[in-house]
């Protein structure tokens, strides 16, 4: 990828390094921010930290695509600045259209802990979205509202209901229990805003799952039938704070936002947060999220890159509900088929060996008829003792590894048997079952050598099918010049 605003030449990756995700030109990042199609170019930001492979003062990063699979780098559209409502930081928003003309509303940060002030910051961007103007004027909305007792007053998310601009942000209360709160501001030009209380709570715990102690990057999707709330689960007091994204569905009526019910886990892995939304010009509703990924400060200190964004999912609703799947274009990323067919005696001791691994690649796996367990299996080792699983059983799917013992799982309701797909790309591993739940992890090799690909089914009569595709390692355009692979 282009050293961006000539910075110097881009690291040397190491196997595990994502190359076909998302990631920044080096060291960290963190939420995709303000996804937006316009003029037929995906642009993507997200938060980044160049000079060092943790989180710190953020700055926007920005890619584009035409097709979803090759990636170009643009310079940083945002970055903090001494004497600003930013200086501390450029933290998470979103870009929109306004009149005509591109804008990111972001997070201004000025200070740190109990004294940080979270500030609805905008710029406002050339035809080509690749120079931004930060206004001159300060904030727009210089601070959480009087009386609101939490500092947290961040991740702005707009949208134009027809007669009036709304915005949204995330919060939580701060006295008994404490809880994630939305907030709602409006607007008739997108300039002035005006407070309008609360938009959307809950409790700290619904449905059974932990909602945190507040809320970050509020999402909202409207999904002709459906409106879904998105929010991220933040607990700072639990061993790993960013919890997990949420999916509430209801419909907003009186400027507040009504549940149907209990909310849903978003994504069912361990590394998934700060999902953030698009509706492309073919009216899809597109979610990127940000891969986590769990290193030792040791392990962290030595990698050329830390986090990456999920492959985009198109979300949508069927009678059945929600469904998140990969979006089609992602078959551009194939560059060889490693195998496909039907699958020889996969109830074998070890199951069948399909291919060997490859760092980057795409399984998919459909079967008929399956009684009991059935999956893939990726030797992450050549003695295959480090593996990755994915295995359908009794109405779940469950990703584990590298250790036995280490997984996620995923409850699948819909009748009949759930097709996989399965992508990986480095430590980075997407699964997508029956093209309605999504479980992202990341699963940390040791060697450079991998095993095989095997497929499993615990009964004889199953009928597997599987097909294994390499996948680019440079669809993210890294090459000095800036000319993506093809
Ligand atoms: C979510 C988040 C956002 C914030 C950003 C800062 O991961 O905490 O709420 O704007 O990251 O980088």
Same mark, same amino acid.
């Given at each position: ?275 953030? +939304? @698009?509706?492309? /010009? %073919?009216? !899809?509703?597109?979610?990127? #999220?940000? *891969?986590? &990924? ?119 309701? +819909? @009748?009949?048997? /759930? %097709?996989? !797909?399965?992508?990986?790309? #480095?430590? *980075?591993? &997407? ?56």
């Amino acid at each position: 990828m282009t050293g961006a605003a000539g910075r110097s030449a881009p690291p040397a990756l190491d196997p595990d390094t994502p190359r076909y995700h998302v990631t920044g030109e080096r060291n960290w990042i963190n939420d995709p921010n303000g996804p937006l199609h316009h003029n037929g170019v995906y642009h993507l930001f997200f938060q980044a930290n160049v000079h060092a492979p943790e989180w710190g003062p953020p700055s926007w990063g920005h890619v584009s695509s035409t097709d979803l699979v090759h990636w170009r780098r643009h310079p940083d559209a945002l970055a903090p600045e001494p004497g600003r409502a930013d200086a501390d930081g450029c933290w998470s928003g979103c870009a929109r259209i306004v009149d005509g003309r591109p804008v990111l509303y972001y997070t201004g940060v000025v200070g740190d802990g109990d004294d940080r002030v979270e500030a609805v910051c905008r710029a406002t961007g050339s035809a080509d979205l690749t120079a931004w103007a930060k206004d001159p004027d300060g904030p727009l909305v210089a601070g959480p509202p009087d009386g609101l007792d939490s500092g947290y007053h961040r991740d702005p998310f707009l949208w134009h209901d027809g007669r009036e601009w709304q915005l949204i942000l995330g919060s939580g209360t701060t006295s008994g229990e404490r809880h994630g709160t939305v907030l709602r501001y409006s607007s008739h030009d997108a300039a002035t805003w005006h407070y309008r209380g609360e938009f959307f709570a809950a409790p700290r715990e619904a449905g059974g799952i932990d909602l945190g102690e507040h809320w970050e990057c509020p999402q909202l999707l409207d999904l002709g039938d459906l409106t879904v709330l998105l929010l991220s689960c933040q607990d700072p007091k639990a061993p790993r704070p960013l919890l997990h994204t949420v999916a509430y569905t209801g419909r907003i009526t009186g400027g507040a936002f009504h549940a149907h019910g209990p909310p849903h886990l978003f994504d069912h892995g361990d590394a998934l947060y700060a999902p953030a +939304a @698009a509706v492309d /010009a %073919a009216g !899809r509703t597109l979610v990127w #999220g940000w *891969v986590q &990924e769990p290193l030792s400060e040791h392990d962290r200190a030595r990698a050329a890159k830390v986090g990456a964004l999920t492959l985009p999912r198109v979300v949508d609703t069927d009678k059945a509900g929600l469904r998140v799947r990969p979006a089609p274009e992602l078959e551009g990323l194939r560059t060889g088929l490693l195998r496909s067919g039907p699958v020889p005696d996969p109830a074998g001791a070890r199951g069948s060996v399909l291919c060997p691994a490859a760092r980057q690649m795409e399984i998919e796996v459909a079967v008929e008829q399956p009684r009991g367990r059935y999956g893939v299996r990726v030797e992450l080792s050549p003695d295959g003792t480090r593996a990755l699983t994915v295995a359908v059983d009794a109405g779940a799917v469950t990703v584990t590894g590298p250790a036995p013992d280490e997984g996620c799982r995923a409850p699948l309701d +819909a @009748a009949g048997p /759930a %097709a996989l !797909r399965i992508y990986l790309d #480095g430590s *980075v591993v &997407e699964v997508f079952a029956g093209d309605r739940v999504a479980l992202t992890r990341r699963i940390h090799t040791t060697g450079p050598a991998l095993g095989a690909v095997r497929a499993f089914a615990a009964h004889d009569g199953t009928r597997m099918d599987c097909s294994v595709w390499r996948l680019s390692a440079t669809a993210v355009d890294e090459a000095p010049g800036g000319a993506a692979d093809t």
